[in-house]
């Protein structure tokens, strides 16, 4: 038997994932109590846990330096890379969405609208897919401050809670699609670990039903 590799996603989606795998049965004490660790290891699996970012999960899962990963469809629908997209785990939950100042109208005028995003591609596949010709200024963080700072008319980006837009006095304008977190696999792993990665994904699908 060889030891499974899982890449989780630091932050928002930490705590659904360590939720997820206690509920089929895999001990996750270390990365519960993680100090500055970056590996962990499992009491009562043969399996090992690293905790990255959303966008370095898609590279280590491509590369095949971890069997699986644990990832928002956000940043799967932002990056396109190779790997098998096997369980939606209906935690995570979210929606990608168009939001702006309220007095703002994107479909009036002839000025060519700005929308920022952290996702350049979510946004400008949106846009062309209803024919609008939009400028896309990508931004790392923070995108709520765009429109407030009229660097753009508009941002695209996730909404959970709903918080930060009202409290930073935007609204909703469009709800682009539904988000929620979801477990891929290295394309080689699928076929050398069938059995350990087959079990997994049959008690995720199962607790998930
Ligand atoms: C995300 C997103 C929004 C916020 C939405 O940012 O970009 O800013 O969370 O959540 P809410 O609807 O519950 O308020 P994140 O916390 O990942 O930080 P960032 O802006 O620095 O990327």
Do not use: W
């Not at 190779?82 to 939950?93: M, T």
């Not at 990608?96 to 309220?102: D, K, R």
């Not at 930060?164 to 699609?177: F, P, Q, S």
């Amino acid at each position: 038997m060889s030891t499974i590799k899982i890449a989780l996603t630091k932050g928002r989606l930490e705590k659904f994932a360590i939720a997820i795998f206690e509920n089929i049965g895999i001990d996750c004490t270390e990365l519960k109590d993680k100090g500055r660790k970056l590996i962990f290891h499992s009491n009562n699996s043969d399996i090992d846990f690293v905790l990255v970012k959303a966008t370095d999960v898609l590279t280590y899962v491509e590369h095949g330096a971890v069997d699986i990963g644990i990832v928002g469809k956000d940043t799967l629908m932002e990056y396109n890379k190779d790997f098998y997209e096997v369980v939606d785990l209906k935690v995570g939950k979210c929606k990608f969405a168009v939001a702006s100042l309220p007095e703002t109208n994107l479909y009036e005028g002839y000025n060519r609208k700005k929308i920022a995003t952290k996702y350049p591609h979510v946004a400008s596949t949106y846009f062309r897919e209803r024919g609008i010709d939009v400028e896309i200024i990508k931004i790392e963080g923070s995108v709520e401050l765009a429109p407030i700072l009229h660097l753009a008319d508009a941002i695209v980006d996730i909404v959970e809670t709903g918080d930060t837009l009202r409290e930073n006095g935007l609204v909703v304008k469009e709800e682009i699609c539904d988000i929620s977190a979801r477990m891929i696999v290295n394309i080689a792993s699928m076929k050398m670990k069938q059995k350990e990665i087959g079990e997994i994904i049959k008690k995720l699908t199962l607790v998930n039903a």
